[in-house]
Nanobody, 124 residues
Framework: QLVESGGGLVQAGDFLRLSCAVS????????LAWFRQGPGKEREFVAG????????VYSDSVKDRFTISRANAKDTMNLHMHGLKPDDTAVYYC???????????????????WGQGTQVTVSS
């Protein structure tokens, strides 16, 4: 089970931190990622981090503004979002891939587990 938190309504240029709490019945390692889906858009990759943290990938649209991190001991993942823009408005989803824990991947289909999402709205 994946549960996101931290979304909200902010102004352009503001900061938000999203968190994902992971509850699993498996001891297998897993990659975690954030995806988002804006109004009328397809779900898109935002950032991903491998089990060890050695593989981190960002989409071009958030690179240099967002930072992904994880704390395996606490089964949590965070996304620090700086310099938010109206185009960042979307529902943000946490996702887990248990088959490729060594690499962060942008492919939606590779993620087997998903949270319900948290809304982020950025006003101009």
């Amino acid at each position: 089970q994946l549960v996101e938190s931290g979304g909200g309504l902010v102004q352009a240029g503001d900061f938000l931190r999203l968190s994902c709490a992971v509850s699993t019945r498996t001891s297998r390692p897993y990659t975690l990622a954030w995806f988002r889906q804006g109004p009328g858009k397809e779900r898109e990759f935002v950032a991903g981090i491998s089990w060890s943290g050695s593989s981190i990938v960002y989409s071009d649209s958030v690179k240099d503004r967002f930072t992904i991190s994880r704390a395996n001991a606490k089964d949590t993942m965070n996304l620090h979002m700086h310099g938010l823009k109206p185009d960042d408005t979307a529902v943000y989803y946490c996702a887990a891939d248990i088959n490729r824990p060594w690499m962060a991947d942008e492919t939606v289909e590779n993620y087997e587990y998903w949270g319900q999402g948290t809304q982020v709205t950025v006003s101009s």
